[in-house]
């Protein structure tokens, strides 16, 4: 039963593009949910996060679009480098739960 | 920046045989985990600590598995008799409410 879903399992943009990551989820009970990177051999790293009580939250190229209504959010790099490449898991969580992690997007951004 | 961290970085095993995985989290955060990966697999959570006991814990946490809060710094990640199927990369991370960080993982292979 997966909870949290990533469709695309890789993505190839262009440098200077923006690269769009979309991530989709079935528990309602919800209420945070995070956007971490992940280099081969290497633990994932925090990247961004929402509150459910937001819509949007930006930090530098990277911003996160809730919609708690579809039960979707996208991350969104702009413009997309070369060091993005990596894979980026969604993740969600209710208060006081463990983290729930989707399956992964694999970003390739072309020189 | 505090950082949570793993060690070794690397462990080769025999079927049968009892690893532990040490962990360093980071000093003010409550909540501990582990995670795994299979490689090509996704992020796979086993279990979360908090209290001194654990909180909650997956399917795949079975009695072979045992964590451990020994000293007050340290976090352990006990296999009794490793199986085939145990190799992953493990991930231990901590946190303080919702931002999980995570170590750079340890490499079990299991022969």
């Known amino acids: 039963d997966q909870q949290v879903k990533q469709n695309s399992p890789s993505l190839s943009v262009q440098e200077g593009r923006i690269s769009i990551l979309n991530c989709d989820y079935t528990n309602s009970m919800f209420d945070y949910f995070l956007w971490y990177k992940k280099y081969p051999a290497e633990g994932p790293t925090f990247l961004i996060s929402?509150?459910?009580?937001?819509d949007k939250n930006e930090d530098g190229r990277f911003t996160v679009f809730l919609n708690k209504s579809a039960k979707h959010l996208s991350l969104h790099i702009v413009p997309s480098q070369p060091g993005d490449s990596a894979v980026y898991f969604c993740?969600?969580?209710?208060?006081?739960?463990?983290?729930?992690f989707g399956p992964g997007t694999s970003l390739s951004v072309i020189p | 920046e505090p950082e949570v961290t793993q060690t070794p970085s690397h462990q080769v095993t025999q079927m049968g045989q009892e690893v532990i995985l040490r962990c360093v989290p980071i000093?003010?955060?409550?909540?501990f985990y582990w995670y795994r990966q299979i490689l090509g697999q996704k992020v796979e959570f086993l279990v979360s600590?908090?209290?001194?006991?654990?909180?909650?814990k997956s399917e795949i946490f079975d009695d072979q598995f045992s964590v451990e809060r020994p000293d007050g710094s340290n976090f352990t990640l006990k296999i009794r008799s490793t199986k085939l199927e145990d190799s992953a990369m493990y991930f231990c991370?901590?946190?303080?409410?919702?931002?999980?960080?995570f170590g750079s993982g340890t490499q079990l292979s299991v022969l």
């Open positions: 991370a901590s946190s303080d409410w919702a931002k999980l960080f």
């Open positions: 993740a969600a969580k209710t208060s006081y739960d463990k983290v729930i």
């Open positions: 929402i509150s459910s009580i937001k």
């Open positions: 000093s003010n955060h409550l909540y």
């Open positions: 600590f908090y209290n001194n006991e654990i909180s909650e």
